[in-house]
């Protein structure tokens, strides 16, 4: 053997010696937050996070749901954080020592999403509906994944992975647990690139995601206002006892919860649609629009600007693309 090989060796067991005792990335405390396990019915719980930007309250700004039964536990999203995801991990723990089944992922947002290693490190199946896969494998994910590491550090740091579903939800189907029963449901493309919702049958309990925001003013992003509109006009026609939002407090008028996400939804496209139609620049039409329906929810001031704006571009887009 040459030195050359010799010393190549060499470099190559002392990179291996000193991987195999670096550190392993620290696990970040517990985030101060308060996180309160809430009964809603027989076997359905939630988590609430606060009203705010993705960055406030150590990124604790979602909820989450639990259904608890004799054979096992289902969760519904994960959170926005590991941290947080093993917080609730732990609320769960003080209910019952069953396992967690699975995990349905109501949208991949970031702050619905990144707690997942943490279920997945349980035994958890991961449930996502049909069409993340566009979103898995985007530009977009790497580059939001990279900004929370930034600004949600240490909750989300070098650690923090993307974690895919096992699989993908594309219709109606019905998942049975401990004499449980649970309808999910995926609505495409609405609020997200796919979202998808779910119903415990024998409690009369749904969980939305954000298809449905309690309490505070709700988030478009790079939403299809256009399904999630139809979306929110076909849980009308549902009979609910509560229904847990992916933000803000549970519903006990769960018409009216989704009534105040469709009115503002449909408020948004008629304004910016009419202006897109009579060729009026956005500041003039946004100036014109009569807020004063949505004012006082929280979040107004941090998100009603860019919701609308972002419906606007996608009217004109609508627009273009029609014959």
């Known amino acids: ?35 309160e396990l809430r009964q809603v019915s027989a076997h359905s719980w939630f988590v609430q996070g606060a009203a705010g930007a993705a960055t406030d309250n150590a990124g604790f700004i979602s909820n989450a749901g639990v259904v608890v039964t004799d054979e096992g536990v ?37 702050d619905h999403i990144y707690g997942l290693q943490v279920f997945k490190a349980e035994g958890a199946e991961i449930l996502a509906p049909a069409g993340v896969e566009q979103y898995l494998g985007s530009t977009a994910a790497a580059e939001r994944l990279a900004e929370r590491q930034r600004t949600l550090a240490p909750w989300v740091n070098e650690a923090t992975r993307l974690v895919p579903p096992d699989r993908t939800v594309a219709a109606t189907e019905h998942l049975s647990l401990g004499g449980v029963r649970l309808t999910l449901t995926p609505l495409g ?71 105040l996400t469709r009115r503002y939804v449909a408020y948004l496209r008629e304004t910016m649609g009419k202006a897109v139609a009579d060729l009026v620049p956005f500041e003039e039409a946004y100036k014109a629009a009569d807020w004063s329906a949505y004012v006082s929810l929280p979040a107004f001031e941090a998100a009603n600007r860019r919701n609308a704006y972002q419906v606007y571009l996608s009217l004109e887009n609508e627009s273009l693309s029609e014959p």
């Open 189 to 259: 493309a609405a609020h997200s690139d796919a979202d998808l919702a779910m119903l415990v049958e024998p409690d009369g309990v749904l969980f939305s995601g954000d298809l449905i925001f309690e309490g505070r003013l709700p988030f478009v992003g790079d939403a299809n206002t256009r399904n999630w509109l139809a979306a929110l006009e076909r849980m009308t026609e549902t009979r609910l006892k509560a229904l847990v939002p992916g933000h803000g407090p549970a519903a006990s008028d769960p018409n009216a919860a989704v009534d």
């Open 1 to 35: 053997m040459t030195v050359n090989a010799i010393s190549r060796c060499l470099l190559t067991v002392l990179g291996l010696v000193v991987a195999y005792l670096a550190p392993a990335p620290a696990r970040a405390a517990e985030p101060p937050v308060q996180m």
């Open 74 to 110: 289902i969760v519904f999203d994960a959170l926005g954080t590991p941290a947080l995801a093993r917080m609730l991990l732990g609320r769960i723990r003080a209910l019952t020592e069953k396992p967690i089944r699975a995990v349905v992922v109501s949208h991949y947002h970031a």
